[in-house]
């Protein structure tokens, strides 16, 4: 049984230019959840969806990041207009239901030059 | 106050010794903890969960609860270099759509 699965691991982009993280959950489990890490910090919780729903985006940022888990296909976050302070490691995660621990993914680390 | 807190570190041990790590949280209605580990540049491994007071053994692995005094702790016994990586304390608060919340981590490392 595949785990999570996220692509691509390492993605370089140039200030001003959009990234787009792709997010394929273990099989069956129907809750994602993004997560993101800077350099000797911990996990922030970014935004939690299930299928078509996004349920609390209270960690994303207001603007230029958008998020979505679509009925058919991976969960992808979207990053408008990157800037320096966008690079960190992109985890995510994924549950059969609420209340049960998450399963991460090997992350993307985005890099903006 | 930070909902989890891990204030304690780096930790350093010698092998074959005890390793503590420590996590205290700040909402009391928390019902799920859990233990992490990350090595450098690597995603977070689940290692253990304890939902009721007291200990849970797993292997050289214990986890200890609290409630009342809301920490939840990792204990491993004979340390083994394999050991030296970045421990993430997260607790889930109950309800339908809760979020798991991570404390900044401990990193311990463990002398040969």
């Known amino acids: 049984n595949a785990g999570v699965m996220q692509n691509p691991r390492h993605l370089v982009r140039r200030r001003g230019q959009e990234a787009r993280l792709r997010c394929s959950p273990v099989k069956g489990h129907s809750h994602v959840y993004w997560y993101r890490q800077l350099p000797e910090e911990g996990l922030k919780f970014m935004v939690y969806l299930q299928k078509e729903n996004i349920i609390d985006e209270s960690g994303m940022p207001k603007e230029r990041f958008s998020a979505e888990f679509p009925k058919e296909g991976p969960s992808i976050l979207r990053i408008q207009q990157v800037v320096r302070g966008d690079s960190a490691a992109y985890f995510c995660?994924?549950?059969?239901?609420?209340?049960?621990?998450?399963?991460f993914g090997n992350g993307t680390r985005l890099t903006v030059t | 106050q930070k909902e989890v807190e891990q204030n304690s570190g780096p930790l350093s041990v010698p092998e074959g010794a005890i390793a503590s790590l420590n996590c205290t949280y700040s909402d009391r209605v928390s019902q799920s903890f859990f233990w992490y580990r990350q090595y450098s540049g690597k995603s977070p491994e689940l290692i253990m969960s304890?939902?009721?007071?007291g200990d849970k053994e797993d292997g050289r692995f214990t986890a200890q609860l609290n409630k009342a005094s809301q920490y939840v702790s990792l204990l491993i016994r004979d340390s083994q270099p394999s050991d030296s990586a970045t421990y993430l304390c997260a607790v889930l608060r109950p309800g339908a759509n809760s979020k798991l919340t991570f404390g900044k981590g401990i990193t311990l490392s463990v002398r040969p």
């Open positions: 995660a994924s549950s059969p239901g609420t209340e049960t621990a998450l399963h």
């Open positions: 304890i939902y009721s007071n």
